[in-house]
Structure formats: C-alpha cells, structure tokens
C-alpha cells in the first residue's frame, strides 16, 4: 500500500493558521473515522495531536484541529508559533484491517 | 504515568535478526494493543504489526509478514518485535506505541523512546 499523500513542506508566519492536507482512497481516510494526526521533533518520538478526525486528547492546545471532506483529511494549526516548527504525519485504518502513515510535512514557521 | 521503555540500540549483520523489547508501565496491559512503527534516516513513519494482548492476536503489514514476529510476555507486561533476514534497507528508529483501541488499528497515544537497528556488515 502507498503513503497517504501529504505536502512536503508548508509555511508559515506566527499568528496566521496553516492547513496540511493528507489524502487517500475510500479504503482508508475516506472509509473510516480513525484518521489521526502526529507532530514529531528532529530526534523525539511522534506525539498524537488528533485521533478519530477531529478528536484532540487532554493537554493538546485548541490551535490544533482536524477535518475530513471526502478521501481528504486535514490538520489546520492556528494562532502559528515558532514552537509548532516540526514534522507532521497523518494515519488512517485501512480496509485491509492495517495502518496507513502519510509521507510526511514540515512545517516551517518563518 | 504510562511509560514504554524499549531496549538499547543494536548493531547486526545482513541476513541476521534483531529482537527488541518494550516494557510498558502505568497502563492496563490488556485493555491495550500495541503496534510497532519505524521511522528509515530521513523518512516518515511507517506501521509494522500490532498485537492485542487479551486476544493474543497479531496482524502484519503484508510486506512484513513472513520475517516479522510480535509477541508478549504479560508476566512482565512486555512487548517484544523480531525482524529476521535483516538487510540495509532495515536500519532504522523502531517505536513501540500503544493503542486504547482493540477493536480496530487506530492511533497511539502513547511511544517509546525508539530504539535505533542498524543492519551492516
């Protein structure tokens, strides 16, 4: 199975929102609720931002938020800081009872 | 508070296997699953397997399946991946993480620290 797509790279300035998009197929983000998204630091572990499309878990800032429109998901970060500089992965569960990471996306914060 | 610690970081040669272990603590064992992820130099995230210890079930991704075995010892509330036929290709960060979803392979709230696997001769 392919990565889910995702732009390489994004920017930003601080204070403005960006959106990272994640697209698939019908046999994983537009099929099932259980998209997810992760921000990993150069070095660290992935930390989960999103689960189920537009669920955040306790201590996640409410700058970031999640969506789905059909195969696409997507990740929009508000109110940009310098500190939200880092690598971004969407994930999807798949028809195929596996999962699925997107490439990747850096978010660069000018 | 939940923690996944894995084992140190490990030199093999081509054609020979590693096995890692992840100790999870502060979490309920067996309302969990646990997936295994790696992460090649330079390159994005990419699921392996998980296991769900009260079902003793594993699934595999398919281009794993066949060299790659995931098991638990729920004495010591540890996860364990082997990667067997070990080639270049395989040098990467593995991270053990853990699901609150049994049901269905969904996300990992929490990681271990990664442990780093380098395949060379």
């Known amino acids: 199975q392919s990565a889910l797509t995702q732009p390489a790279s994004v920017s930003g300035s601080p204070g403005q929102s960006i959106t990272i998009s994640c697209t698939g197929t019908s046999n994983d983000v537009g099929g099932y609720k259980y998209v997810s998204w992760y921000q990993q630091y150069p070095g660290k572990a992935p930390k989960l931002l999103i689960s189920?499309?537009?669920n955040r878990p306790s201590g996640i800032s409410r700058r970031f938020s999640g969506s789905k429109s059909g195969n696409t998901a997507s990740l929009t970060i508000s109110g940009l800081q310098t500190e939200d500089e880092a690598h971004y992965y969407c994930?999807?569960?798949?028809?195929?009872?596996?999962?699925?990471f997107g490439g990747g996306t850096k978010l660069t914060v000018l | 508070q939940v923690q996944l610690v894995q084992s140190g970081a490990e030199v093999k040669k081509p054609g020979s296997s590693v096995k890692v272990s992840c100790k999870a603590s502060g979490v309920r064992f067996r309302s969990s699953a646990f997936s295994w992820v790696r992460q090649a130099p330079g390159q994005g995230l990419e699921w392996m397997g998980d296991i769900i210890p009260v079902l003793r079930t594993e699934n595999y991704a398919q281009r794993f399946q066949g060299r790659f075995t995931i098991s638990i010892d729920e004495s010591t509330n540890s996860v364990y991946m082997e990667l067997s036929s070990l080639r270049s290709e395989d040098t990467a960060i593995y991270y053990c993480?853990?699901?609150?979803?049994?049901?269905?392979?969904?996300?990992?709230?929490?990681w271990g620290q990664g442990t780093q696997v380098t395949v060379s001769s």
């Open positions: 189920d499309v537009t």
């Open positions: 994930s999807s569960h798949t028809a195929s009872d596996t999962l699925l």
């Open positions: 993480a853990r699901s609150p979803m049994i049901v269905v392979v969904s996300h990992f709230d929490h």
